[in-house]
C-alpha cells in the first residue's frame, strides 16, 4: 500500500513539473495580400505548434465574410500536409467588397480549427469577366479551316493559351483555349475553356467549274468579295448564297457581270460557306474566312 502510494506521489510529481501534454495547433501568420481584385490570389503562410499533424492531414483555408463573420465561410486554399507551410488561396471572382475580411485555416487530422490571422484582407474591385465567343458557334471546323475566337468585354490586356496577346484570335487545331484578361486595376479574370473541334468534311456536291474558270477572292476577307467568272462559262446571271457553319444563310446576292464586289457590310467575323448558283444549278461550292 506504501509503495502505490509513493509511485503516485511520483507521477503526480511530474505532471506537476511538465505540465499537460500538447495538442497540436495551427496559428496563421500575416497574410500577402498583391492585389484587391476579387479573383486574386492570397499568401497565407502559418505555424504548426505541439507537434506535427496526422499523415494525410489536409489544411484548409477559408475565408470570411465581408464584416470578418465566419457564420459562412469560403474555403480558398488547401494543402494536403501535417506541418508548417504556406497555402495558396483564390478571393472568389464574386466576392463583394469589404476591407474586412479575415482568414483561418481549418485542419482534417485531427479536426482543429485556428483563430483568424492577424490582418485582415482588402476586396474592393470585383473581377471583368472572361468570356470567349467562337465562329462557328458549334466550335466545329473542317481540317484545314480556322475558327475565330474573341474575348466579348474590352480589356487592358488579353493573354491567350497560345501566348498570343489581341482580342481575337484564328486557330486551327483541336483542343481546348482560354483567355485571361486583365483590366485597367490590374484585376486578372482567365474564361473557361473554349473547345474546337476538327473532323474531315465531305463536299456534297462536286465543283462543276474549274479554280481557272471562276475566282472568288480575298480569303480571308477583309473589306470586300471580289467574285470573278471566265468570259463563256455559264449563263449569267449568277446567285452568290453565303452560309454559316449551321447552314443559316447571311447572305443572296444576284451576279450580273462577270466581275463583280460585294462588301462586306454587317457579315459578322467567321468561316463560311459559299454557294455560285445559276439557274442550271449550283455550279461551284467553297469556304471563305472573313476577319
Known sequence: MKTTSFFLLIICFFLIRIGPISAQTVTV?????????AGSDIYIPYTVSGGNFNFGNVFTAQLSGPTGSFNNPTAIGSIPYWGSGLIVG????????????????????????????????IVTTIAQLATITVSPIDGIICNGDSALLSDITPAQDYLWSTGETTQSIYVSQQGGYTVTVTDMLGCKTTSDPQTITVQECNT???????LDDVSVYPNPVSEAITIQIA???????????LCDMLGREVLNTEINQQKS????GSL????????????????RTGKISIR
Open 29 to 37: 501568420d500575416s497574410i500577402i495580400q498583391t492585389s484587391p481584385c
Open 90 to 121: 483564390t478571393i472568389p471572382s464574386n466576392a463583394l467588397f469589404g476591407i474586412n475580411y479575415k482568414v483561418r485555416i481549418v485542419a482534417s487530422s485531427p479536426s482543429y480549427t485556428s483563430l483568424e490571422g492577424p490582418n485582415n484582407i
Open 261 to 264: 464586289v460585294i462588301q462586306r
Open 204 to 210: 456534297a456536291v462536286a465543283d462543276i467549274l474549274s
Open 268 to 283: 459578322p467575323a467567321g468561316i463560311f460557306l459559299y454557294k455560285l448558283v445559276n439557274k442550271e444549278g449550283i455550279v
Open 231 to 241: 468570259p463563256g462559262t455559264g449563263k449569267i446571271p449568277y446567285w452568290f448564297i
